[in-house]
């Protein structure tokens, strides 16, 4: 039901048509530009080290604060100041307040609690459409209490709790 609804809602005002409409508009994008190519080797570069991580065996989150500054390496000209600019660090910070809210929550021990929660609502019942049932609405009570995305933080943990000790397929 709710991929119709979202089939419904999100439906394109016109046709897309066929794979010449996605020819033309990459041929509209011109060539890739050095700098993209800058991006994109930064990009790959954070995936090969996130891939990598049991072999070198540095903190994760190393990579993601020192290899996204590549570009901006006055040699490399990823990226400049004017870029730098244009970051909404409105937007950074709010989803930075958002994660915290929701790792705070865990760290409380909430996350537990709506793990065992389910468990005990579960009971042995493994299956996914009432699993599925629970979890849609308990993010729908939890989306009036807080954010979507530190509703995500929070309930990560539960659902990792229910799929390793229910052993969920």
Not at 138 to 156: D, E, G, H
């Amino acid at each position: 039901i709710v991929m119709i609804i979202a089939v419904k809602m999100f439906k394109p005002d016109h046709e897309i048509g066929t794979v010449t409409y996605f020819d033309e508009q990459l041929a509209q994008m011109g060539e890739i530009t050095k700098k993209e190519k800058v991006n994109l080797l930064a990009l790959v570069l954070l995936l090969a080290f996130i891939f990598t991580v049991d072999l070198h065996k540095l903190e994760v989150n190393i990579g993601f604060i020192l290899i996204p500054w590549i570009v901006y390496l006055p040699f490399l000209e990823g990226a400049d100041f004017k870029d730098l600019k244009k970051v909404n660090f409105d937007m950074v910070f709010f989803f930075t307040g958002c994660m915290s809210i929701g790792t705070v929550a865990t760290k409380l021990g909430l996350g537990a609690a709506i793990a065992n929660l389910m468990t005990t609502v579960l009971a042995g019942n493994t299956s996914p459409f009432l699993i599925m049932f629970i979890l849609f609405a308990l993010v729908f009570a939890l989306n009036f209490l807080m954010t979507p995305v530190a509703i995500v933080s929070l309930i990560t943990v539960p659902i990792l709790i229910l799929k390793s000790g229910l052993l969920i397929s």
